[in-house]
């Protein structure tokens, strides 16, 4: 099955400034890649997502970028906020039959003043 | 906007007991995921309905969960009898299984403490 290992676990970033976090999965099949952000307490959220077809996307403050060859997708936060601060997931799913999302291990974002 | 509904929101409860969650998916989803999410982890699939038919329960553990989605609308998590191991927070998604939709929408979540 799909495995997605997340990096780094925890990311501690001046406000202002900018953050990666870096997933990499092992099934080549994938093709389809969301984050997810989730405050405390609260419910997962998509923020952005990516398919296979596509090498980069970009939302505003936001940007995700996917090497299918190296297996390896990042999601960029730029000019963060306070309000950027919570846990994000990636994840991976092959859409076909019976698909299955697999989530990264989390990364807690925290967005110093 | 539609929303993913559960209840209930939190729940303790005493080992060996049985506790149950449900979900309301959003309207028209057809598929429906139940996961379990353990303090600093990401979320695990415990199962996946299409309709009322399960698709995949592989990391169901059977011995002592359940899940049901008899009309193929809302669903069903049970859990008898629970144990210490069982707290975390139990989340139910949906997706409306479209030609190009894959967002999963998630709902707030049952939080599960087992004493």
Redesign the interface.
């Known amino acids: 099955g799909e495995n997605v290992e997340q990096h780094p676990s925890t990311l501690s970033v001046q406000e202002g400034d900018s953050a990666v976090i870096k997933c990499t999965y092992s099934d080549s099949a994938s093709n389809y890649f969301p984050w997810y952000k989730q405050e405390l307490g609260k419910r997962p959220q998509l923020i952005i997502d990516i398919r296979s077809n596509v090498g980069e996307k970009k939302d505003q403050r936001i940007a995700v970028t996917l090497n299918k060859t190296a297996k390896h997708f990042s999601l960029h936060i730029t000019e963060t906020q306070p309000e950027d601060s919570a846990v994000y997931f990636c994840a991976a799913i092959y859409t076909g039959t019976a698909s299955k999302l697999t989530f990264g291990t989390g990364t807690r974002l925290q967005v110093t003043l | 906007e539609a929303e993913v509904a559960q209840s209930p929101r939190y729940k303790i409860t005493e080992k060996s007991q049985a506790v149950a969650f449900w979900c309301d998916p959003i309207s028209g989803h057809a598929t429906l995921?139940w996961y379990r999410q353990i303090l600093?982890?990401?979320?695990?699939?415990l199962v996946?309905f299409?309709d009322e038919s399960v698709?995949?329960d592989s990391q169901l553990p059977k011995d002592r969960f359940s899940a049901e989605r008899l009309k193929g609308v809302d669903s069903t998590l049970k859990i008898q009898p629970a144990e210490l191991g069982d707290s975390a927070m139990y989340?139910c998604a949906s997706t409306l299984s479209g030609a190009g939709d894959?967002?999963?929408?998630?709902?707030?979540?049952t939080r599960l403490t087992v004493t």
Do not use: K
């Open positions: 995921y600093g982890q990401g979320p695990e699939l996946q299409q698709v995949d989340l894959y967002e999963q929408y998630f709902g707030p979540g």
